[in-house]
């Protein structure tokens, strides 16, 4: 059952799901996320953010491998998503794909958690946030 689906796209190394829930896009790209594949994480991650969604869920439970190329889409879709008032939270990374976020230091400009489910969760906690 495809619930909530809103698109997809597909090369032979990497799917990319997207699907609503609430405030937030759940993105998930499956497979390998490189300079090749690049281009497929990154078109929808800007229609996202064009239909209004701040608050990205990057579902990387799937993600087999993700080089400095696919770092730098996430990346920019980060700035872009603090720009409207949102962000980018990265859930369930593999151990491969988190070596590469800690290597990089990237992973202390993400908010990252275990599940998906937990960082859905956590849209209650940001919004109470003074500012």
Do not use: W, Y
Request: aromatic share 4%.
């Amino acid at each position: 059952m495809d619930r909530g689906t809103v698109g997809s796209a597909q090369s032979g190394r990497l799917l990319v799901e997207v699907r609503e829930s609430g405030p937030s896009a759940v993105v998930t790209p499956a497979g390998e996320l490189d300079h090749h594949t690049a281009d497929l994480l990154r078109e929808p991650l800007e229609e996202c953010l064009a239909k209004g969604f701040s608050r990205l869920v990057i579902d990387c439970s799937r993600l087999e491998f993700c080089d400095s190329t696919g770092l730098n889409v996430l990346l920019g879709a980060r700035l872009k998503a603090e720009a409207a008032g949102g962000g980018v939270h990265l859930a369930g990374m593999l151990p491969v794909v988190a070596r590469v976020f800690e290597i990089t230091g990237a992973d202390a400009v993400f908010t990252v958690h275990d599940t998906v489910e937990a960082a859905l969760a956590d849209e209650a906690g940001e919004s109470d946030g003074a500012g």
